[in-house]
Nanobody, 122 residues
């Protein structure tokens, strides 16, 4: 089991930056890949980024590649999402996710956080 708690959301102006954090706890928290999704009003939940615990391998959705960076602090079991050059269309609820397999994180993660709101004003 893995428990995930996001933090760091808020209101930011277009062009600004924001860093989200996700603290993981539980038996497998230190070994499972972790990732980020978002869901805007009226839209489906969208995969953003994933990072492997073992190799540090990362993968990004094309929509955020070059603007968002995922990283993790293995000692603290925290994963971060550094977001820059934010746009109003980045406004959404951002979710942390985890799964036993990296591919699982990208498709149907077994574990989810409660989400944190990010609002980008124009």
């Amino acid at each position: 089991q893995v428990q995930l708690v996001e933090s760091g959301g808020g209101l930011v102006q277009a062009g600004g930056s924001l860093r989200l954090s996700c603290a993981a706890s539980g038996h497998s928290a230190s070994t499972y890949p972790m990732g980020w999704f978002r869901q805007a009003p009226g839209k489906e939940r969208e995969f953003l980024a994933v990072i492997s615990q073992i190799t540090g391998t990362t993968d990004y959705a094309d929509s955020v590649k070059g603007r968002f960076t995922i990283s993790r602090d293995n000692a603290k079991n925290i994963v971060y999402l550094q977001m820059s050059s934010l746009k109003p269309e980045d406004t959404a609820v951002y979710y942390c996710a985890s799964d036993k397999f990296l591919s699982g994180v990208k498709r149907t993660p077994a574990y989810w956080g409660q989400g944190t709101q990010v609002t980008v004003s124009s």
